[in-house]
T-cell receptor, first 110, second 111 residues
Framework: DTAVSQTPKYLVTQMGNDKSIKCEQN?????MYWYKQDSKKFLKIMFS???????INETVPNRFSPKSPDKAHLNLHINSLELGDSAVYFC?????????FGQGTRLTVV | RKEVEQDPGPFNVPEGATVAFNCTYS??????FFWYRQDCRKEPKLLMS???SGNEDGRFTAQLNRASQYISLLIRDSKLSDSATYLCVVPLGGGSYIPTFGRGTSLIVHP
């Protein structure tokens, strides 16, 4: 009974393609996030979203866009993938402080 | 000064040792603090919250020093299974809570 689940777990794709990563949480949390963890293991916030407010890290290219069909879902769309997009992408949710993470999606762009 | 700073280590300690990590933060208005643990190729998992009065959970003790703007994590009687990366989390982002992670401190406990 996974609290935060994201799919796929692994994604290998060619440069220039468009891809999506899905995330769902069954915790009833109001806020969801997307993080990117690069090869140096640094977890950087990409987006924070809570139905009313989307906060975007200004360093994130506009090729990345979050889509939230409802409170329990926050998907990540990536257009025109580049080699530098290769990383592990984590979805997370929180209600009052601590965040719970999905298992991560390891994206490899070739 | 970076928003959240940690010594990346690695800290290499024998079983049974006591080890401590510090994490400094730049936003003096921050109210909630957390320590997470991340194992290799896994997601970060909440280890413990950090309260103003300190927080102890078994072999783990977390403390907050607001005046110097740092939090600490003390691990007593280290086990092999404690080997992981320990991430400090501080909420940043003005009025919106955004968990901001430090780069993590790597701990290796050896026999």
């Amino acid at each position: 009974d996974t609290a935060v689940s994201q799919t796929p777990k692994y994604l290998v794709t060619q440069m220039g393609n468009d891809k999506s990563i899905k995330c769902e949480q069954n915790l009833g949390h109001d806020t969801m996030y997307w993080y990117k963890q690069d090869s140096k293991k640094f977890l950087k916030i990409m987006f924070s979203y809570n139905n009313k407010e989307l906060i975007i890290n200004e360093t994130v290219p506009n090729r990345f866009s979050p889509k939230s069909p409802d409170k329990a879902h926050l998907n990540l769309h990536i257009n025109s993938l580049e080699l530098g997009d290769s990383a592990v992408y984590f979805c997370a949710s929180s209600q009052s402080g601590s965040a719970f993470f999905g298992q991560g999606t390891r994206l490899t762009v070739v | 000064r970076k928003e959240v700073e940690q010594d990346p280590g690695p800290f290499n300690v024998p079983e049974g040792a006591t080890v401590a990590f510090n994490c400094t933060y730049s936003n003096s208005a921050s109210q909630s603090f957390f320590w997470y643990r991340q194992d290799c190729r896994k997601e970060p998992k909440l280890l413990m919250s950090v309260y103003s009065s300190g927080n102890e959970d078994g072999r783990f003790t977390a403390q907050l020093n607001r005046a110097s703007q740092y939090i600490s994590l003390l691990i007593r009687d280290s086990k092999l299974s404690d080997s992981a990366t320990y991430l400090c989390v501080v909420p940043l982002g003005g009025g919106s809570y955004i968990p901001t992670f430090g780069r993590g401190t790597s701990l290796i406990v050896h026999p």
